[in-house]
């Protein structure tokens, strides 16, 4: 090999290690991308919520919204398999309830 053709090579090697940097740059930033559509997803498009989502939602512990749900201040939730689920909006109704003064 002479020395234009390990020159050639060598520059070869450089835009393949380039390359490699830029692609994986690239995947880098696609799965930030989905990573913040997918959460932004969740805030905006969440139709119910989960027990423990919705006291998070709330700012409550479980024993605290057990006890709301038997005074009243949030609809009773519903069964899915084994899950108890809550309608979004009744927890954001409450939430809402919750901030308002008194």
């Not at 919705?54 to 024993?63: H, P, T």
């Not at 006890?67 to 069964?79: C, L, R």
Request: net charge neutral.
């Amino acid at each position: 090999m002479n020395k234009f053709e390990a020159q050639l090579e060598s520059l070869k090697n450089d835009i393949k290690e380039d390359r490699a940097e830029a692609v994986l740059e690239g995947i880098k930033l696609a799965i930030q991308a989905y990573n913040e559509m997918f959460q932004s997803n969740q805030t905006v498009s969440k139709s119910e919520y989960t027990k423990k989502e919705a006291c998070e939602v709330l700012n409550i512990s479980q024993g605290t919204l057990y006890n709301w749900i038997k005074a009243g201040y949030v609809s009773q939730g519903y069964t899915r398999g084994k899950k108890v689920l809550f309608k979004a909006e009744d927890i954001h109704e409450a939430k809402t309830r919750l901030e308002q003064p008194r």
